[in-house]
């Protein structure tokens, strides 16, 4: 069964590459889908190209896992690549609620379409993208959190500094 991780990974964190590796042994393919979000292009750190570059440095050791990215509703990417499961990290219960909304909507849009939610390890339950990129901003360690290659594309970012 193939399967989808989709996600901004703005950028990918030790979190999402636990989720990665964890459904990989789930299903016969994974594919992590970055939104190319058009409408918030400038609200990102790294650009699309450079997000999809991070995971792909990433997932290389694993053989069923490709990097992709969508536009527009997740529900239509699904469909375009014959897709049923979307695969989620759900880290503290402030998750809870913003995965249920987005789980009831794209359920509305198609109802076929299943999401499974991946518990976070327990080093991970408290790790974002937001969270690596403000303490990156002011100078802290981020080591652990991030994979090395991330960690020096975000020591070159001078939009953080
Ligand atoms: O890593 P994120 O930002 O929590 O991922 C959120 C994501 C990309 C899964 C979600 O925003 C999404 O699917 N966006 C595409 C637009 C869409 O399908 N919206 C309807 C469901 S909210």
Do not use: W
């Not at 042994?25 to 990102?44: D, F, G, P």
């Amino acid at each position: 069964m193939r399967a989808v991780y989709p996600g901004s990974f703005d950028p990918v964190t030790n979190g999402h590459l636990d989720i990665i590796e964890r459904a990989s042994k789930m299903y016969e393919h994974l594919t992590v889908a970055v939104l190319n979000n058009i409408r918030k292009q400038e609200s990102s750190l790294f650009t699309l190209e450079e997000r999809c570059a991070m995971l792909l440095e990433c997932v290389a050791q694993y053989p069923n896992v490709t990097v992709d990215y969508f536009e527009g509703l997740l529900i239509d990417y699904m469909q375009s690549k014959n897709a049923r499961v979307i695969v989620r990290g759900l880290r503290a219960i402030s998750d809870f609620e913003y995965e249920f909304q987005i789980n009831s909507v794209n359920k509305k849009l198609c109802p076929d379409i299943e999401t499974v939610f991946i518990m976070a390890s327990n080093e991970y339950s408290y790790l974002s993208s937001s969270i690596v990129k403000e303490v990156a901003c002011f100078g802290g360690c981020i080591e652990g959190l991030v994979p090395e290659s991330v960690k020096k594309r975000l020591s070159n970012k001078s939009e953080i500094k």
